[in-house]
């Protein structure tokens, strides 16, 4: 017998009855003994509190069946009929039943009964009311907790001190692609890594780098956050946080396409958009990197000599297609380790690293004209885009990007000086031409504003008889330090920086204030620059200039080349007939010198045409000359329109001229260009012509 069972032996069987009512009646479970016959035998206060009832109405003696009663009324669900159910418990044998009673009240009383040896049976009520609703209330946070962690958008899992999965959701697995089963509450951190990997779900790692790594990661104490490239291709970024107990929780977002979306916007932000060249920025950063390598390398800075003819002629579409197609013969030129960039417009930098002397950037710049030279296709049409470059070789030419680049630049316009199609090395003297270019864009700039231009008038003279027709005017600027500017001084940077748009204006209104005050059989001849055509309103200019001048507009003629004719084409001929239909004549100037002079006669009727100088100086001693001016003085009688010898300077040259049948001659043999007073004193006002014997203002 054991120890225990000895002392509760020898204690007094009635001090014994005594503890174990004492205990019964402190219990917090109701408890009922009732003998065979059904009656109640003892009755804790537990039970009676429960089920409100007074010591008169449960006694020693009690039938069960008045108990089972009262609970009924108290609203006792039994979901059947209350007599039957009465029955099955006081009739027959006593059977062992364990069940969970709900009274219409709300309680829940969990009920159980035990049969005794003599036929009677023990019965234990216990309420458990509040352990069902706490119960119920934690399996509702449980099954919100399911649903907010299932419907998260991100992978998450906690695992134990132990490295054993407590909890993880559907997301999780799925981005894995682990399989459901094998991932349960108490899995080993291994096991499921092993799982990964089967799957491929793993980064560029062996089993054992992996396994090793994300171990470390979880019994480490810090939080961590790992992006991670997975050998399927997806990218995951996974925040590890520690917990308190040992464990820890992590995290687990597919972050694919926002990487690719933060890759995309990265190689915008360094790329051109139409040729995904290297833009300003990226070249920036790659000469930074390879002024900190050290060593030689060369920048390239291109620029298309024909790329707005193109523009203008073809479209804005096949411009874009030119830069591409340019773009792609540039980087095939280029090494793996070379940087090819589009600064903007029809620019371009080849960053040439690493080399050993000039000589390789000089064959690099020879390789880049000569491709560039070659025809390009575009949408049917062919184009010659054509490109002069200048280069800076570093560290000799400069020690910052920013130097670098201005220097390549300034080689750059010296190419485009020379001629264009070219290369040319910086050189220091550029700087300093630079500077005076720049001193002269001011200088022009004041001098519009400080009215220092003024136009100087050439006599046009007829080969028959020696009259003045009329006069050219050309623009001379009477700078205060230089004195007398000549035009191809100052015009092609006027060109170049706009400026010759309000020069030309100021042109067009003082040339006609001047002729409206001359005979009114005498007319004035004014240039016009393509750039001037290129601008909206150039009809208007001149019609406002007519109407305050009120010179008749059959006394205006206006001098073109080619060049207007290259750019917009469709565009300058509606503006030239406007022109036309005012009473405006309309001369090509220096015929003979363009690739297409002939085709621009066939397009538009024009009612002069100017012969260059350059083969009127030679009709002395060259039979090509005078056969060139003898063919465009009977192609203009061909066409109905009168021609004029530029450049006339010996009396040999006016008589063979004046023989093969130009109409006019203009040139020093005459008059040099005079300002506008000593031109109406020595032609117009006086009653004695200057040079009666050449020819007179009729």
């Excluded at 090494?335 to 371009?348: I, K, N, P």
Aim: with cysteine; net charge negative; aromatic share 6%.
């Amino acid at each position: 017998m054991a120890e225990s069972d000895q002392e509760v032996a020898s204690i007094d069987p009635l001090v014994l009855g005594e503890l174990l009512k004492c205990a019964a009646n402190n219990l917090w479970l109701g408890i009922i003994l009732f003998g065979s016959d059904r009656r109640v035998i003892f009755c804790n206060p537990r039970y009676r509190e429960m089920y409100a009832l007074s010591p008169d109405q449960v006694h020693p003696g009690t039938p069960i069946k008045d108990l089972i009663e009262h609970r009924l009324k108290l609203g006792l669900n039994i979901g059947g009929e209350a007599g039957a159910y009465v029955r099955a418990r006081t009739e027959g044998s006593v059977v062992s039943e364990q069940t969970v009673q709900q009274f219409a009240d709300g309680r829940i009383i969990a009920y159980t009964i035990h049969p005794l040896p003599d036929g009677g049976g023990m019965a234990t009520h216990e309420d458990i009311t509040e352990r069902e609703e706490l119960s119920a209330r934690l399996q509702e946070r449980n099954f919100q907790f399911d649903i907010a962690i299932n419907n998260m958008s991100h992978g998450l899992c906690f695992f134990d001190a132990g490295h054993r999965l407590v909890v993880c959701n559907t997301h999780f697995i799925e981005m894995y692609g682990l399989p459901p089963d094998r991932v349960r509450p108490g899995t080993p951190l291994q096991e499921i890594l092993d799982l990964r990997y089967e799957v491929g779900s793993v980064p560029a790692m062996t089993r054992e780098e992996y396994a090793k790594w994300r171990t470390d990661v979880a019994t480490s104490a810090e939080a961590m956050d790992s992006i991670v490239e997975m050998r399927n291709g997806r990218t995951f970024k996974i925040r590890h946080r520690p917990m308190p107990d040992l464990g820890w929780v992590a995290t687990h977002e597919d972050i694919t396409e926002q990487r690719k979306t933060e890759l995309r916007i990265a190689h915008m932000a360094h790329h051109d958009a139409l040729t995904d060249l290297a833009n300003r920025a990226l070249l920036g950063q790659r000469l930074e990197q390879a002024l900190e390598q050290g060593g030689m390398f060369a920048i390239h800075h291109i620029d298309l000599d024909k790329f707005k003819a193109v523009n203008d002629t073809l479209g804005h579409q096949a411009g874009d297609i030119l830069l591409q197609d340019v773009s792609r013969r540039l980087k095939l030129l280029a090494r793996d380790s070379d940087t090819v960039a589009r600064m903007g417009g029809d620019e371009f930098v080849i960053l040439q690293s690493s080399i050993s002397d000039s000589s390789e950037a000089d064959l690099l710049a020879r390789d880049v004209v000569s491709t560039l030279s070659a025809p390009f296709g575009l949408d049917g049409h062919q184009a010659i885009a054509g490109a002069s470059i200048g280069i800076a070789i570093a560290p000799g030419d400069g020690s910052t990007p920013e130097q670098l680049l201005h220097n390549a630049d300034l080689a750059l316009y010296r190419a485009k000086s020379d001629g264009r199609g070219m290369h040319c090395f910086f050189e220091p003297a550029m700087g300093e031409e630079a500077q005076s270019r720049r001193a002269l864009e001011q200088d022009l700039h004041n001098g519009l504003a400080a009215g220092e231009f003024e136009l100087h008038y050439q006599p046009v003279v007829k080969s028959d008889g020696g009259e003045i027709s009329g006069f050219e005017a050309l623009i001379r600027w009477r700078h205060p330090r230089r004195g007398l500017v000549a035009p191809n001084s100052f015009i092609p940077l006027a060109e170049e920086i706009g400026l010759i748009v309000p020069i030309g204006e100021w042109v067009i209104r003082q040339a006609c204030a001047t002729a409206s005050r001359w005979p009114d059989h005498l007319h004035v001849a004014v240039n016009i620059s393509a750039v001037q055509f290129r601008q909206p309103g150039l009809t208007e200019v001149i019609v406002g200039a007519l109407a305050a001048s009120g010179l008749d507009p059959r006394r205006l003629e206006i001098e073109i080349t080619e060049s207007v004719l290259l750019q917009d084409r469709n565009g300058t001929l509606a503006t030239l007939h406007q022109l036309r239909a005012l009473g405006i004549k309309v001369a090509m100037d220096d015929f003979g010198t363009g690739y297409s002079s002939l085709t621009y006669l066939q397009c538009f009727p024009f009612d002069k045409i100017k012969i260059d100088r350059s083969f009127v100086s030679g009709v002395e001693n060259n039979a090509a000359s005078l056969s060139i001016v003898r063919a465009v003085a009977a192609l203009a009688r061909g066409m109905g329109m009168t021609t004029t010898a530029e450049g006339v300077e010996t009396e040999e040259q006016r008589d063979r001229i004046a023989a093969e049948g130009c109409t006019e001659m203009q040139g020093y043999l005459f008059s040099p260009p005079l300002p506008a007073e000593e031109i109406e004193r020595r032609f117009l006002f006086e009653k004695t012509p200057a040079r009666p014997d050449r020819f007179a203002a009729a």
